[in-house]
């Protein structure tokens, strides 16, 4: 109080004995001042708005737990399935669960420390949508590693990482942005039209063309249908072009059929394959048949875990082929627990999309929703023979680094859009 | 700054709006997925409800895996005597893993495809230009066979090629690299020639294909070791190897020096005047063992296909891959068991010792022989038709001057019924089984289809098909008592390391004739060698008896001939019966056809054989004068086959 006073006087002192106070210096002075305030107001929540609630970091521990059961059963998954080979643990596990330690730190950052809102800025959402794109366009250079006839690896000094997830994460980023920033827009229908060009045809075709991945152009094609078909205020369209797909797929099949039965050489063993998997068990539909063996021969409760005999003939059985595994070793009761796990995961991210206090966080939850479960289904409609056979990875479960450090940064967006969930005191 | 507000809140509004939108369409599409995985979960359920027990039974039969299998050796095929005639000697084979070779390579600094090929060539004399080549063809290959059944020496000093050890002892691997060996058994005659249609040849792909090596292939294949792979109840995957089991070693009743003899004579004899064929079989009357069985033209086993020891290289020229398989065939067939033919007048003992068993002769009766018998219309001339018959001649002269007329004589006094049982009984017509394949049965009258000019041609053995161990068999078994032994070419069974796992006694199969006619014909047979038409057979000091045969082949105008001598030493104690045939010998056509060649080589045979044999001089006798003795003159047989 005592110097607080010293000084004020000391300032009187001086502007009296200076010059002849102006009243617009001193408005200007206060507007400088409450500028400074604002700024660094401003800068204090855009930081970290939860910061703020004198409660902590909320979190949700339904979809957190449910996430660390899926996680722990991939890992125990990927060491059963693995256990033939010979550098099981110090190859396969070990690099799984380093992913998995350093992916859980990396989403707890997200969640935390950074606001989602960053990942739908204009500049950033396009600059991750466009560096994704560079990244598939690297395939075609010398950085591209060519596996099994399809090149869908980039070697960068030792590191290996598959673009796919980048153009993932990409599209989820730029289209929640654009979508947001478009609002009332969305109503037309060929906005919708553009943004599914945009954001789905043009990445899924690169993916095609460049790196012979059907099953991810497919993927990214979906994920583009589905956050947009989210935003999208109406139904009809969508309800047009499901009818109109399932209208092309039934004509398609059909004339496939007839040409089957009519002896016309209809080629493509991949459709063959998926009908009568039993005579191309040595060629084509090995992976098909064996994982079909493996499902039927579980049983009820499986033979017990680690105790597959599939798994010895099916070469990588930790990769596409994990559920079969699963369905061997623990059986029709342990398929269908993880399959309610998947459900009560993609529950709760819906629940948090739901809630997201705008429209950026539900379109990035929405994003991940489609993610997650488009893979999901793919997943298990292939191994169970119920679509043709095409390479998609089970999220969280199947062995693939990349793909599950990506998987959990999506995961740290969902929660970071969680824990900024108003109550619904303060509503 | 009221209306500021208003705008503000009514765009807040609108948002809300629109995130309720959204938000009900993320619970739309929550049930969809949630749909979708039930359905899934259904399609899961139902696979394994209703496929479950086929999936598990695929699986089960999925689970074991042969990953390895360990040739097994196969048997030696062995004479009596323990000479081996065939067995195997381990091999290998260079494989080069292609798709790895390059594969590496592209990994190595060090240019491994080229350090291996020169390698290869290097040690194995292959042409550079054309390894390269192969391997540009082959470049997904894991299995490139590039030199075959090399020996165990030149695969050790490949290996070293590709290891060598470093400073601190360990091993390590040179830039040559993804060859390895495959283990592979090749079958060696060592005795080339020797016995071929007996023994019989061995190929990869189908086995034995001929003689012992086709009959006792199951013997001799062996049962091949393998490891399985399968996963055990602690779920680690074992590895389990069944030993392997090597083939059995087949011991014949060939004796190597009878057959080495008997097989250097076939050669003399056919190198100074060729015949079609010409064989011989040698057999212990006592029990049914062949001794030797030879035959000519032969060839090498080490190389059963090659023609040019036969054929010289203009006739081979000419011929067409269906001539070369047909002649292939030809040189194949074991004469001794697969040919039939008519045996001529070897067969007398047979018509003599029926007669003489059934009691329609007695020894010591006549029959003025005329030199020619008409039966049913047709004139059958006797060998001595020229010389104006035999006159009257006792059972025994009969046979020593090799008479026609008395054995249609006694044919028709036996009738054709009795006759014809007579001739199965001493087993012509029917498969004598000995352990040889393709057997033939010969061609014989039924009891019912036989008529009188049947009986009359076939008591001198015409018209009548036979093969040479039927005729040695029952001639055995009629100077032996009448025993008849089951002939057989395989002694015993040994294992791998000789334990006899079987073993073929002797089998005493029927008696044909009574002991006294067994003894009247071996005083016959002995008789016709000293004294008849088999004077030259005779070897100083030895009692050997025999008879021999000059048949007329079919295609009667053809005036083809097979001459043939069956004989036995010792004449009354015999202890080996020889048989040999020369089937159409150098200048028979014509009338000049006699049995001169044959009683030559039979003699040639026995003067080496029977000091081998062991067996006892025992005629003090001096040398047979066989200056003065007559051959036995061909004879036309008229063709009465067309009834």
Known sequence: ?427 | MADYEKIKERKLKKKRMLLKKTGKKIQVMLVIVALLLAGLGGRIFYIVYNRGDEYTQSVLNEQTQTNDTVLAKRGQIKTSDGTILAYSEKMYNVILDVAQLLSDDEESEDNLTDDTITALCNSFGLDRAELVAKIYDNQTSRYLKLVKEISEEDMESFKALMSTTDSKGNKVDTTVVDVWFEETYVRKYPNNNLAADVVGFYSQNNGGELGLELQYNDYLTGVNGLSYSYVNDGLEITNTTKEVTDGYNVVTTIDYNIQKIIEDHIIAYNQESPSKNTAVVAMDPDTGEILAMASYPTFDLNNPRDLSGVYTEEELAAMSDEDKTNALYELWTNFCVSESYEPGSVFKPVTEASALDEGVVKDGDTYNCTGAEVVSNWTIKCHAYSLGGHGVITLEQALMESCNPYMINLAIKLGTTKFAQYVTMFGFGSLTGIDLPGETSGITYSADSMTVIDAATNSFGQNINVNMIQMISAYCSIINDGNYYQPHIVKQIEDSSGNIVKSFDPVLVKQTCTVDTSKLLRQYLLATVEEGTAKKVAVTGYSVAGKTGTAQKVNRDERKWLISFIGHVPADDPEIAIYVIIDEPDGTTGSSGSSADVLQLSHDILEDLLPYLGIYEDLTATDVDTSNSEDELTVDVPDTSQN
């Open chain 1, 1 to 427: 109080m005592e110097t607080n006073q010293r000084r004020q006087r000391s300032t009187i002192k001086q502007n009296t004995q200076n010059k002849k106070i102006s009243k617009r210096s001193v408005n200007r002075r206060a507007k400088k001042n409450k500028n400074n305030y604002m700024k660094a107001h401003r800068k204090k929540f855009s930081f970290r708005k939860s910061l703020s609630r004198s409660t902590g970091f909320y979190l949700d521990y339904s979809l957190m737990l449910i996430m660390i059961i899926l996680i722990g059963i991939g890992l125990v998954m990927v060491y059963s399935s693995s256990s033939t080979t010979t550098d099981s643990l110090k190859g396969v596990l070990k690099s799984q669960v380093i992913f998995a330690v350093f992916g859980l730190l990396m989403m707890m950052i997200v969640a935390r420390v950074l606001d989602y809102h960053i990942l739908t800025n204009k500049y950033v959402a396009r600059g991750l949508y466009i560096f994704s794109l560079i990244l598939v366009l690297l395939l075609l250079t010398p950085l591209g590693k060519n596996y099994n006839g399809a090149t869908r690896w980039i070697v960068i000094g030792g590191f290996n990482f598959m673009p796919v997830e980048f153009v993932k994460v990409g599209i989820i980023a730029a289209l929640a942005c654009r979508i947001s920033s478009l609002g009332e827009k969305m109503k037309y229908f060929r906005v919708v039209v553009w943004l599914i060009a945009w954001y789905g045809v043009v990445p899924a075709a690169m993916l095609y063309f460049i790196s012979n991945n059907l099953s991810s152009a497919i993927i990214i094609l979906g994920m583009a249908f589905l956050i947009t078909f989210v935003a999208y205020p109406g139904y009809k369209p969508y309800i047009a072009m499901f009818a109109g797909a399932t209208a092309f797929i039934s004509v398609a099949f059909s004339a496939i059929l007839s040409a089957i039965q009519k002896g016309d050489g209809f080629r493509s063993t991949r459709i063959l394959a998926w009908l009568h998997p039993e005579d191309y068990a040595d060629g084509e539909a090995y992976q098909t048949i064996h994982g079909l063996y493996a499902i039927g021969s579980g049983g009820l409760f499986g033979k017990g875990l680690g105790k597959s005999v599939v798994k010895l003939k099916l070469p990588e059985a930790y990769n596409d082929m994990i559920f079969t595994i699963i369905c061997e070793e623990l059986g029709l009761f342990g398929a269908l627990c993880v399959l309610i796990a998947f459900g009560v995961l993609l529950w709760r991210i819906a629940h948090v999309a739901r809630n997201a206090p705008d429209m950026q966080g539900a379109l990035l939850c929405a994003g991940v929703f489609s993610h997650i479960a488009l893979q999901v289904l793919v997943n298990i409609a292939v191994v169970t023979d119920t679509i043709p056979n095409t390479g998609v990875t089970l999220p969280f479960i199947s062995k693939g680094g990349t793909a599950l450090l990506i998987l959990l940064l999506e995961m740290g967006v969902v929660f970071n859009v969680s824990s900024q969930i108003k109550d619904e005191l303060n509503e």
